[in-house]
C-alpha cells in the first residue's frame, strides 16, 4: 500500500528566510504524482506545487520549489524567502491511477514564521 | 468560477443521528472525491463520484454513502453518527489528476 510520511510535526523559520519540509512516500508504481498542499487556519487546502513521476526536472512555482529525489522517494518542499503568510499546515501528498486514483496524504507539518 | 463551494461549514450532530453533507465542483470538473480529516491528522479518502457513480472507495464503513447529481454536484451522507466522526470534511473536484478543495464542512458529534 502506498504511504507518505512528513517526519517533521512542526517547523519554525524567520521571516525572509529559507526552510525545507521533508516527505518521503512508498509505493510500486512507476507513474505518479507528487503534490504539496498548504492548509491554513480558514481550512481550504491550496495547492503549492506538482511534480509528475516521469519528469526529471524539479518543479519551481515562484518562492516554492521541490527537490524530488525518485529513486530515494523522497520530495521536500523548499520555501525561500520566507513571509508570514507562510504560517500554516503544509501536507505532502501522492496520487497514483491516473484520473481515477485519489490522493494519499501525509501527517503534516506545521510551519510557523517567526516576524 | 466560483470554485468548489461546501455546505453547511459548520454541523453540530447528535450521536445515532444521519447528516447529508454537501458539494458544488469547480466548474468543469466532473469528478468530486470527499476526504475526512481528523483533528491534527491528513486527510483520509473516503470515495470518488464520476457520472453519477462511486468509481473507487476508501476503508471506510456502509454508514458512509455518497450520491452524485447531473450537474456533478455530490453529497455525503453518514448514518449512525458516532462520536469519532467529528472531523473536517472536505471535498475536492478533480480535473487531469488536480484536486481542487473546498473549505469543508466541520461535523462535530456529540
Known amino acids: 500500500a502506498q504511504t507518505v510520511t512528513q517526519s517533521q510535526p512542526e517547523m519554525s523559520v524567520q521571516e525572509a528566510e529559507t526552510v525545507t519540509l521533508s516527505c518521503t512516500y512508498d509505493?510500486?508504481?512507476?507513474?505518479?504524482?507528487l503534490f504539496w498542499y498548504k492548509q491554513p487556519p480558514s481550512r481550504q487546502m491550496i495547492l503549492v506545487i506538482r511534480?509528475?513521476?516521469?519528469?526529471?526536472q524539479n518543479a519551481t512555482e515562484n518562492r516554492f520549489s521541490v527537490n524530488f529525489q525518485k529513486a530515494a522517494k523522497s520530495f521536500s518542499l523548499k520555501i525561500s524567502d520566507s513571509q508570514l503568510g507562510d504560517a500554516a499546515m503544509y501536507f505532502c501528498?501522492?496520487?497514483?491511477?491516473?484520473?481515477?486514483?485519489?490522493?494519499?496524504f501525509g501527517k503534516g507539518t506545521k510551519l510557523s514564521v517567526k516576524p | 468560477d466560483a470554485g468548489v463551494t461546501q455546505s453547511p461549514t459548520h454541523l453540530i450532530k447528535t450521536r445515532g443521528q444521519q447528516v447529508t453533507l454537501r458539494c458544488s465542483p469547480k466548474?468543469?470538473?466532473?469528478?468530486v472525491s470527499w476526504y475526512q480529516q481528523a483533528l491534527g491528522q491528513g486527510p483520509q479518502f473516503i470515495f470518488q463520484?464520476?457520472?453519477?457513480?462511486?468509481?473507487q472507495r476508501g476503508n471506510f464503513p456502509d454508514r458512509f454513502s455518497g450520491h452524485q447529481f447531473p450537474n456533478y454536484s455530490s453529497e455525503l451522507n453518514v448514518n449512525a453518527l458516532l462520536l469519532g466522526d467529528s472531523a473536517l470534511y472536505l471535498c475536492?473536484?478533480?480535473?487531469?489528476?488536480?484536486?481542487?478543495f473546498g473549505q469543508g464542512t466541520r461535523l462535530t458529534v456529540v
Open positions: 475536492a473536484s478533480e480535473l487531469y489528476g488536480e484536486a481542487f
Open positions: 509505493t510500486s508504481e512507476s507513474d505518479y504524482y
Open positions: 463520484y464520476y457520472e453519477e457513480e462511486e468509481r
Open positions: 511534480q509528475e513521476a516521469y519528469k526529471q
Open positions: 501528498a501522492y496520487h497514483y491511477g491516473g484520473s481515477q486514483g485519489n490522493l494519499i
Open positions: 466548474s468543469g470538473h466532473d469528478t
